[in-house]
């Protein structure tokens, strides 16, 4: 079974640019997460989507990001315009999200990260 | 954002020495998960958890879902150098599919 797909790996933009990032989930997997993680931090949820509506964006800066999951698959995340205080990986994640008596459904898997520096 | 606690926060420890690490909250939360992160890599699942008072093994690694539901416990035996690496706990709640990361305990195994 393919795992969560994302790119770019790395990206390296001047402030004030622009950059998007992309992921593919695990094949049928409702949920998408996007974390954000901060060098020496755990990661922390910026927008969780359920199939293609989005369930919280409460930690999303909306005056410079934005994300979207039009057919309840793929998602993109976009930073514009980019802040020196963005540099970190972005992590996309997801599950199954169904409900079972033992949870299961819960389980969560990440993509290796796009891994941003703004400079 | 919420985030946490875990301890200890990093550690140095001798190859083949046991490890322990914990995690604990204020909230209560039906799932807990442990995962380990590789520089430059995403994290990835060690051991889920769906009950409270749970223990589970794979390989060395034991992990036990706290019977107050509101802490986790990672063991690490006869560590190896591979074992270097971020480990990250993470407390869900079922309904919401909400996820909260703990800040982390990074190991460094001395040969």
């Known amino acids: 079974e393919a795992g969560v797909a994302q790119s770019p790996r790395y990206k390296i933009i001047e402030k004030r640019q622009s950059v998007a990032f992309w992921c593919n989930p695990i094949?049928?997997?409702?949920?998408l997460y996007w974390y954000q993680q901060i060098l020496g931090q755990g990661p922390k949820l910026l927008i969780q989507?359920?199939?293609?509506?989005?369930?919280?964006d409460s930690q999303l800066p909306k005056d410079r990001f934005s994300a979207e999951r039009l057919k309840g698959v793929d998602s993109t995340l976009k930073i514009q315009p980019a802040k020196l205080e963005d540099s970190a990986v972005y992590l996309c994640?997801?599950?199954?999200?169904?409900?079972?008596?033992?949870?299961?459904?819960?389980?969560?898997?990440f993509g290796e990260g796009s891994w941003l520096t703004v400079v | 954002g919420q985030q946490l606690n875990q301890s200890p926060q990093s550690m140095f420890i001798q190859e083949g020495e046991d490890v322990s690490m914990n995690c604990t909250s204020s909230?209560?939360?039906?799932?807990w998960l442990w995962y380990k992160q590789d520089p430059g890599e995403g994290p990835v699942l060690l051991i889920a958890?769906?009950?409270?008072?749970e223990l589970t093994s794979n390989g060395r690694l034991t992990a036990q879902f706290g019977i107050t539901r509101k802490d986790s416990f990672l063991n690490i035996s006869a560590s190896i150098p591979s074992d270097v690496g971020i480990y990250f706990c993470?407390?869900?709640?079922?309904?919401?599919?909400?996820?909260?990361f703990g800040t982390g305990t990074r190991l460094k195994v001395l040969a």
């Open positions: 994640a997801s599950s199954l999200s169904f409900a079972s008596r033992d949870y299961s459904g819960n389980t969560i898997y």
């Open positions: 909230s209560i939360f039906n799932t």
């Open positions: 993470a407390g869900g709640t079922s309904g919401t599919y909400k996820y909260i």
């Open positions: 094949s049928g997997h409702a949920t």
């Open positions: 958890l769906y009950k409270a008072g």
């Open positions: 989507f359920q199939n293609n509506g989005v369930v919280d």
